[in-house]
């Protein structure tokens, strides 16, 4: 373990009743790093990241190591919880105050002073650009504001890591931008950011490294970029009625992997020519042509149906 | 690596911090959500002791809205702190989600949770002072007799905190067993209303059957009430010789003060230990 590591999993377990959340997992993120968690819903990514701030408890196992900032959250959780900012899925604010007094009571947990609370306060609220905003009531924020607030509140005591649980969820793209923008400035001072998502554009956009996981299971870790290389097609083109294949020559065919997805049918290819080939012989309009995304690579590896979870 | 002892807030913060939220929340509609558990009282105050009390003159040695209201202290600090670790504490938990919130600081769960009973007993002290001074003073206005004939009367909030930490220990415990919020109409209806009428606080203990008088010494009320009515009548004996001595300051009182503390700790072990599993996943 080099010195840098904020984050040390090692075979981590979670069992909920009958229910295996979590199943052998390990990974490891170095500070100032941006580790992103992909999966469908029900995989057990909300569950790790609850695992490391003990707002779950892991399933106690002699070969498990779990470690944040050296300490196990399991018997050290406050020396954890004081230099981490959560942002959970579900927005949590106290409605009946408004948006500095929410962040108020959230100063005292950390014993700000209160002159530096109302200073801290001051300056996330223009970071997180809600600096007129201030003295507004909860339940008169926007989805996307209230958001930003949240996130405020997580940066309250200048974390070290921050714990992001679907940050930008139901959010317009111009917020979604927005909070991207701040989380890599963050990064830039050295904050090390951890992040569960299913907008693969995010973890995209973000994420030093993706870890993908699916019913509990991680099936591929690694840069987005590399992974896309290694095990994914660089082009695909999605023909919006699979009826229409049906006359393509097959010959041409072969050489792309099909997929199936309800109405439509996808051909992959490394090479452009081939997927070109299968256009020449369909009527305009009929499909589109794209570079491959970590959505297909998603979809690839976790599978287009639907779980019982989900 | 080492573990400074300052890597986070000490013990009294945490635990502060939790009540501090939660009166900045409750303080903030004060007016609608304070005026029922202080009126209550009076109601029942004005209703029942002056108009039955005055027709049954003295009894039990002395003018019956004085026995009466020395016991609605308690009874409103029952309430408030009840209902804030039932309903309250419900909300907070399943609906407004504030607990995951409040668990991302630097706060454990235990903390948190007995942050949650001391406040009840806070709300139980503020309620028993309100109160007391409304019920003195319609006493005092209805030339009934005057509650401040002693300086015993200053404990009687403290008594307050007292009840409402233990109702809002044992309403956690009952949250704890709570899937469904409209169970608690159970809790209230077919526990803590027995309990406001066969604790003591409208007519003495004494007064029930036997049997039922064994069940009353069980209700935690009745001990809270009985350390109350002792301390706010102890300054009244020389004016009223004939009042019953089960009224005043006796060593008796030490077995309720012996019950108030095994429950309190027991009820909050078991509200702590059950609802944390309710916390944590």
Same mark, same amino acid.
């Given at each position: 373990?080099?010195?840098?590591?904020?984050?040390?999993?090692?075979?981590?377990?979670?069992?909920?009743?009958?229910?295996?959340?979590?199943?052998?997992?390990?990974?490891?993120?170095?500070?100032?790093?941006?580790?992103?968690?992909?999966?469908?819903?029900?995989?057990?990514?909300?569950?790790?990241?609850?695992?490391?701030?003990?707002?779950?408890?892991?399933?106690?196992?002699?070969?498990?190591?779990?470690?944040?900032?050296?300490?196990?959250?399991?018997?050290?959780?406050?020396?954890?919880?004081?230099?981490?900012?959560?942002?959970?899925?579900?927005?949590?604010?106290?409605?009946?105050?408004?948006?500095?007094?929410?962040?108020?009571?959230?100063?005292?947990?950390?014993?700000?002073?209160?002159?530096?609370?109302?200073?801290?306060?001051?300056?996330?609220?223009?970071?997180?650009?809600?600096?007129?905003?201030?003295?507004?009531?909860?339940?008169?924020?926007? $989805?996307?504001?209230?958001?930003? @607030?949240?996130? =405020? %509140?997580?940066?309250?005591?200048?974390? *070290?890591? #921050?714990?992001?649980? /679907?940050?930008?969820?139901?959010?317009?793209?111009?917020?979604?931008?927005?909070?991207?923008?701040?989380?890599?400035?963050?990064?830039?001072?050295?904050?090390?950011?951890?992040?569960?998502?299913?907008?693969?554009?995010?973890?995209?956009?973000?994420?030093?490294?993706?870890?993908?996981?699916?019913?509990?299971?991680?099936?591929?870790?690694?840069?987005?970029?590399?992974?896309?290389?290694?095990?994914?097609?660089?082009?695909?083109?999605?023909?919006?009625?699979?009826?229409?294949?049906? $006359?393509?020559?097959?010959?041409? @065919?072969?050489? =792309? %992997?099909?997929?199936?997805?309800?109405? *439509?049918? #996808?051909?992959?290819? /490394?090479?452009?020519?081939?997927?070109?080939?299968?256009?020449?012989?369909?009527?305009?309009?009929?499909?589109?042509?794209?570079?491959?995304?970590?959505?297909?690579?998603?979809?690839?590896?976790?599978?287009?149906?639907?779980?019982?979870?989900? | 690596?080492?573990?400074?002892?300052?890597?986070?807030?000490?013990?009294?913060?945490?635990?502060?911090?939790?009540?501090?939220?939660?009166?900045?929340?409750?303080?903030?509609?004060?007016?609608?959500?304070?005026?029922?558990?202080?009126?209550?009282?009076?109601?029942?105050?004005?209703?029942?002791?002056?108009?039955?009390?005055?027709?049954?003159?003295?009894?039990?040695?002395?003018?019956?809205?004085?026995?009466?209201?020395?016991?609605?202290?308690?009874?409103?600090?029952?309430?408030?702190?009840?209902?804030?670790?039932?309903?309250?504490?419900?909300?907070?938990?399943?609906?407004?989600?504030?607990?995951?919130?409040?668990?991302?600081?630097?706060?454990?769960?235990?903390?948190?949770?007995?942050?949650?009973?001391?406040?009840?007993?806070?709300?139980?002290?503020?309620?028993?002072?309100?109160?007391?001074?409304?019920?003195?003073?319609?006493?005092?206005?209805?030339?009934?007799?005057?509650?401040?004939?002693?300086?015993?009367?200053?404990?009687?909030?403290?008594?307050?905190?007292?009840?409402?930490?233990?109702?809002?220990?044992?309403?956690?415990?009952?949250?704890?067993?709570?899937?469904?919020?409209?169970?608690?109409?159970?809790?209230?209806?077919?526990?803590?209303?027995?309990?406001?009428?066969?604790?003591?606080?409208?007519?003495?203990?004494?007064?029930?059957?036997?049997?039922?008088?064994?069940?009353?010494?069980?209700?935690?009320?009745?001990?809270?009430?009985?350390?109350?009515?002792?301390?706010?009548?102890?300054?009244?004996?020389?004016?009223?010789?004939?009042?019953?001595?089960?009224?005043?300051?006796?060593?008796?009182?030490?077995?309720?003060?012996?019950?108030?503390?095994?429950?309190?700790?027991?009820?909050?072990?078991?509200?702590?230990?059950?609802?944390?599993?309710?916390?944590?996943?």
């Amino acid at each position: 373990m080099s010195l840098k590591t904020v984050i040390n999993v090692q075979h981590a377990y979670k069992t909920y009743d009958s229910l295996q959340a979590v199943t052998d997992l390990s990974f490891a993120v170095d500070q100032g790093r941006c580790f992103a968690f992909l999966g469908p819903n029900g995989a057990g990514k909300t569950t790790m990241m609850k695992m490391l701030y003990a707002k779950a408890r892991r399933d106690p196992r002699p070969e498990t190591v779990m470690q944040v900032f050296g300490y196990d959250p399991q018997y050290q959780e406050l020396a954890i919880k004081n230099v981490c900012g959560v942002v959970p899925q579900d927005d949590n604010l106290d409605v009946e105050l408004d948006v500095r007094q929410n962040l108020r009571i959230f100063s005292r947990f950390y014993d700000m002073s209160a002159v530096r609370a109302q200073e801290r306060i001051a300056s996330l609220l223009d970071f997180m650009e809600l600096g007129d905003k201030k003295r507004s009531p909860i339940r008169e924020l926007s $989805g996307g504001m209230k958001r930003r @607030l949240i996130i =405020a %509140r997580a940066l309250l005591n200048e974390p *070290r890591l #921050l714990i992001l649980d /679907e940050p930008t969820t139901g959010l317009d793209p111009q917020v979604r931008q927005l909070i991207w923008d701040k989380i890599r400035s963050l990064q830039k001072s050295n904050v090390t950011v951890l992040l569960t998502t299913h907008y693969m554009e995010e973890a995209y956009q973000l994420a030093d490294t993706i870890l993908i996981i699916d019913k509990g299971i991680k099936v591929l870790e690694g840069n987005p970029h590399t992974l896309l290389d290694e095990y994914i097609e660089s082009h695909v083109i999605e023909i919006l009625d699979k009826t229409r294949t049906a $006359g393509l020559p097959a010959p041409l @065919l072969r050489k =792309a %992997r099909k997929e199936e997805s309800g109405e *439509r049918m #996808l051909f992959y290819s /490394e090479q452009i020519d081939v997927i070109h080939g299968i256009a020449d012989k369909l009527p305009r309009g009929s499909f589109f042509i794209r570079q491959t995304n970590l959505e297909d690579l998603f979809l690839k590896i976790t599978g287009r149906k639907l779980h019982a979870t989900q | 690596m080492q573990h400074s002892r300052n890597t986070y807030p000490p013990l009294w913060i945490r635990i502060g911090s939790v009540w501090f939220r939660h009166m900045r929340v409750y303080s903030r509609n004060l007016i609608s959500n304070g005026l029922p558990p202080f009126l209550e009282p009076l109601i029942f105050l004005v209703g029942i002791g002056l108009g039955l009390g005055l027709d049954l003159g003295d009894i039990y040695g002395i003018p019956y809205p004085l026995f009466l209201g020395a016991g609605l202290f308690m009874t409103a600090s029952m309430f408030t702190a009840s209902f804030e670790c039932t309903f309250g504490t419900f909300i907070r938990l399943e609906f407004d989600k504030v607990y995951d919130g409040m668990l991302a600081a630097p706060v454990s769960a235990n903390n948190l949770l007995i942050g949650e009973i001391l406040w009840a007993g806070s709300k139980g002290f503020f309620f028993s002072l309100c109160v007391l001074i409304a019920i003195s003073v319609a006493l005092l206005v209805l030339h009934v007799d005057n509650l401040f004939s002693s300086f015993l009367i200053v404990f009687i909030p403290f008594f307050g905190f007292i009840n409402g930490v233990m109702f809002g220990a044992f309403s956690l415990l009952v949250t704890s067993f709570v899937k469904n919020i409209n169970h608690f109409n159970f809790y209230f209806t077919g526990f803590l209303s027995p309990m406001f009428f066969f604790s003591g606080v409208v007519f003495p203990v004494g007064n029930l059957p036997p049997v039922l008088r064994q069940l009353a010494e069980v209700f935690p009320l009745t001990h809270t009430v009985r350390f109350v009515r002792a301390f706010c009548l102890a300054g009244l004996h020389g004016k009223y010789p004939r009042m019953d001595a089960a009224y005043l300051i006796r060593p008796e009182l030490l077995w309720d003060a012996a019950y108030i503390i095994v429950f309190v700790l027991l009820m909050s072990y078991l509200a702590v230990t059950r609802l944390k599993k309710r916390l944590i996943d």
